[in-house]
Antibody, heavy 120, light 109 residues
Framework: EVQLVESGGGLIQPGGSLRLSCAAS????????MIWVRQAPGKGLEWVSF????????YYADSVRGRFTISRDNSKNTLYLQMNTLRVDDTAIYYC?????????????WGRGTMVTVSS | EIVLTQSPGTLSLSPGERATLSCRAS???????LAWYQHKPGQAPRLLIY???SRATGIPDRFSGSGSGTDFTLTISRLEPEDFAVYYC??????????FGQGTKLEIK
């Protein structure tokens, strides 16, 4: 079965760190670009970060650049998001998603998300 | 920065009716890089359309996408009960590299 499963979310104090994981199965993971997208409570979807299939190209939204780091381990079919210096406005459901075939412009497989709550 | 503006914010229709959702870009974009997603609470977002008009795998043909330049449209020809959800357009390219519209909520009238 083709699926992405996120984990690692939870309740964390402002200034803390979390590492999210996204485990992929049923796909050729190393051929696929991957992104993280988040949805804050009551808000729409916001793109967070991108990584190429080989992991050599990464991009970040301005709101997380310098605090979040995206990476992947193709031997483990797993995507990561290291989140440091967390802020209250980072509170959101975090989704990972896979690019369509080798394309960069759309994402056809999504996980169900993991909730991150930043609060004191 | 490319900003995507979706309209209307909320669309109230009945099953069987036709839905027309709009996505307007703040500057001319290539349709190759315009996609549409459906999102229901508690579920993963679902890719409907990419390249402005290509249906993703498994998407019913009542969903269609069109447009070019700055104006793009998602049309649902005949609404089914399971189509009521929030719909987002998304663009690739420029800075930021990806952007989403704010969403259109399609609700049952």
């Amino acid at each position: 079965e083709v699926q992405l499963v996120e984990s690692g979310g939870g309740l964390i104090q402002p200034g803390g760190s979390l590492r999210l994981s996204c485990a992929a199965s049923g796909i050729t993971f190393s051929n696929s670009v991957m992104i993280w997208v988040r949805q804050a409570p009551g808000k729409g979807l916001e793109w967070v970060s991108f990584v190429s299939g080989g992991g050599d190209q990464t991009y970040y939204a301005d709101s997380v650049r310098g605090r979040f780091t995206i990476s992947r381990d193709n031997s483990k079919n797993t995507l990561y998001l290291q989140m440091n210096t967390l802020r209250v406005d980072d509170t959101a459901i975090y989704y990972c998603a896979k690019g369509v075939r080798t394309l960069w412009e759309a994402f056809d497989i999504w996980g169900r998300g993991t909730m991150v709550t930043v609060s004191s | 920065e490319i900003v995507l503006t979706q309209s209307p914010g909320t669309l109230s229709l009945s099953p069987g009716e036709r839905a027309t959702l709009s996505c307007r870009a703040s500057q001319t974009v290539s349709g190759t890089f315009l996609a549409w997603y459906q999102h229901k609470p508690g579920q993963a977002p679902r890719l409907l359309i990419y390249g402005a008009s290509s249906r993703a795998t498994g998407i019913p043909d009542r969903f269609s996408g069109s447009g070019s330049g700055t104006d793009f449209t998602l049309t649902i020809s005949r609404l089914e009960p399971e189509d009521f959800a929030v719909y987002y357009c998304q663009h690739y390219g420029g800075s930021p590299i990806y952007s989403f519209g704010q969403g259109t909520k399609l609700e049952i009238k």
